[in-house]
């Protein structure tokens, strides 16, 4: 393959899935979720077993381009805890089962922009006063939901700062919405419409994060969790 071939192939394989508007999800009844969300939830969008599959293969993708280097992950939570975890899980079993393998230190920052669905301006970053160790490293942000993309740029913008040798970006979702920043992550799990998602660590007001399947948000979900 040309050069330039071999990178359009590497960019569409880390560009996710895309998951269509039309897309209806799967029934609720098909799996099971826990017994306190029923009524609350439209229907699944991505089910667990798929979220690890992909994020397997984010796994390799990250290990091809970056495995040369020790990495820092920076884990951005709270949404991004439990794709970090499996992300990072993953890597290790990679790094494991290969003579290719990537020394890894994982950083917590956290990030909090959305009361109930809707995104404030007021962004607040905690945990990321001294980032100074970044400098010179490969730094990988690894995010559970990407929206318009701003929340990102703050924070590349911030981390930049910090001089580190190379930064991409994981997203395990992205949205589908107008307005997007430039800013895209450098490896996205899937592509989905703009509705509101919730479960595997994403969250409508704190709850829903003990859910594993991606689920789409009733509107009476929104209004029982609504504060
Ligand atoms: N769900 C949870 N958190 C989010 C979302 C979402 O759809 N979009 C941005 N943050
Ligand atoms: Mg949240």
């Known amino acids: 393959m040309a050069e330039f071939g071999v990178q359009a192939e590497k960019r569409r394989r880390n560009e996710g899935i895309v998951i269509n508007d039309e897309w209806p999800g799967y029934s609720l009844d098909l799996f099971s979720y826990p017994a306190h969300y029923s009524g609350d939830l439209d229907c699944v969008i991505v089910p667990h077993g798929v979220i690890m599959d992909r994020t397997e293969r984010l796994a390799r993708n990250i290990m091809d381009d970056l495995g040369d280097h020790d990495i820092v992950v920076l884990c951005v939570l709270k949404g991004g805890y439990q794709f970090c975890a499996d992300l990072v899980d993953r890597i290790k079993v990679l790094s494991c089962n290969s003579n290719q393998t990537i020394p890894m230190r994982v950083h917590f920052i956290r990030l909090k922009s959305y009361l109930n669905d809707q995104s404030t301006e007021d962004l607040h970053i905690v945990g990321a006063d001294d980032l100074s ?16 993309g701003k929340t990102m740029e703050t924070l590349l913008k911030h981390v930049e700062a910090f001089r580190p040798k190379m930064i991409k970006v994981a997203g395990l979702l992205v949205k589908r919405v107008q307005n997007r920043s430039t800013c895209v992550p450098d490896f996205v799990g899937f592509e989905i419409p703009n509705r509101f998602v919730v479960g595997y660590a994403l969250d409508y007001n704190e709850y829903f994060r003990d859910l594993n399947h991606i689920c789409v948000i009733s509107e009476s979900g929104k209004k029982k969790y609504k504060i």
Not at 134 to 148: D, F, H, Q, R, S
Request: net charge neutral; proline share 0%.
């Open 133 to 148: 160790f970044l400098a010179g490293k490969n730094v990988l942000i690894v995010e559970g939901i990407v929206g318009t």
